[in-house]
Nanobody, 121 residues
Framework: QVQLVESGGGLVQAGGSLRLSCAAS????????MAWYRRVPGMEREWVAQ???????KYADSVKGRFTISRDNAVSTVYLQMNSLKPEDSAFYYC???????????????WGQGTQVTVSS
């Protein structure tokens, strides 16, 4: 079994910062790319940022320069530092990770349960 658990969401004023964490646990052999997505009710899920195991990073244009993704492979955790937050950043944030479980030779995508971020104007 593999589990991803996000934390760090909450309510913040525009211009403020939040740091999200997503920790993977379970029978994990290896973790590939880890990513953050967000969803606003009634809208499609939006990709936010991703980081490979080797540290290659990509961002959506909407968050570039304000958000920073990082990961700590030793504790199987990905982070999203969100600065200069805007009301339009309000959404449910999810993490996704490509994980190879112990005893297998292929990767599957796993999702966390999400955490709410609300930015007030």
């Amino acid at each position: 079994q593999v589990q991803l658990v996000e934390s760090g969401g909450g309510l913040v004023q525009a211009g403020g910062s939040l740091r999200l964490s997503c920790a993977a646990s379970g029978s994990i052999l290896s973790i590939g790319t880890m990513a953050w997505y967000r969803r606003v009710p009634g809208m499609e899920r939006e990709w936010v940022a991703q980081i490979t195991r080797g540290g290659m990073i990509k961002y959506a244009d909407s968050v570039k320069g304000r958000f920073t993704i990082s990961r700590d492979n030793a504790v199987s955790t990905v982070y999203l530092q969100m600065n200069s937050l805007k009301p339009e950043d309000s959404a449910f944030y999810y993490c996704d990770a490509e994980i190879c479980q112990t005893g297998r030779d292929y990767f599957l995508s796993y999702w966390g349960q999400g955490t709410q971020v609300t930015v007030s104007s």
